[in-house]
């Protein structure tokens, strides 16, 4: 069964670096595609990015400049890297699975919560 | 893409039916997903291409639309079901969500 799991800080102060990273089980992210999804307090969801089987990469314009997603394949691992948060960074985050050619997501992590604070 | 959902709200009871609107701001075709949100759960993909069930996901669900206009419909709900949905259109970039449609108990 494919499970993917999200870790890193649940607290990051502002200007800093936001680093997650995702750990999937029972299938190779070497297929596929492998996004970074957010929740916000009040329940929006956002796109954030992915990245392809081939390491390619896409990206939401309003992040652009401060996002990156990157992978391990050896360690099956995906994340992200968002530069110069502030406070409306706080989100739930998700990693999730993206179906080949279609990009909507068929499995995802349970998610964590990053708070952006001094 | 922009995705207008409603309700953002809905109480109904055991049994009843129920469906969930998603317009989105242009035509996205039939490129569209259905999700279901639990606390403590990973988000279960439902529907996909407007209209398809995702394996696994109960025959009361069903999804309809083309378009600009997509429906999410329950029938004879049970307690499971009381959750929170999001529609997400995956026609172009950036992939774009609904603002979520909360289903409570009556």
């Known amino acids: 069964e494919v499970q993917l799991q999200e870790s890193g800080p649940g607290l990051v102060k502002p200007s800093q670096s936001l680093s997650l990273t995702c750990s999937v089980t029972g299938y190779s992210i070497t297929s596929n595609y492998w996004g970074w999804i957010r929740k916000f307090p009040g329940n929006k969801m956002e796109w954030m990015g992915y990245?392809?089987?081939?390491?390619?990469?896409s990206y939401n314009p309003s992040l652009k400049s401060r996002i990156s997603i990157t992978r391990d394949t050896s360690k099956n691992q995906f994340f992200l890297q968002l530069n110069s948060v502030t406070t409306e960074d706080t989100a739930t985050y998700y990693c999730a699975r993206g179906k080949l050619g279609r990009y909507y997501f068929d499995y995802w992590g349970q998610g964590v919560m990053v708070t952006v604070s001094s | 893409v922009q995705m207008t959902q409603s309700p953002s709200y809905l109480a109904a009871s055991p049994g009843e039916s129920v469906s969930i609107s998603c317009k989105a701001s242009?035509?996205?075709?039939?490129?569209l997903a259905w999700y279901q949100e639990k606390p403590g759960k990973a988000n279960k993909l439902l529907i996909h291409s407007g209209s398809t069930l995702q394996s696994g996901t109960p025959s009361r669900f069903s999804g309809s639309g083309s378009g600009t206009d997509f429906t999410l419909t329950i029938r004879s709900l049970e307690s499971e079901d009381f959750a929170v949905y999001y529609c997400q259109q995956y026609n172009e970039y950036p992939l774009t969500f609904g603002s979520g449609t909360k289903l409570e108990i009556k």
């Open positions: 242009k035509s996205i075709s039939n490129n």
């Open positions: 990245i392809s089987y081939s390491g390619s990469t």
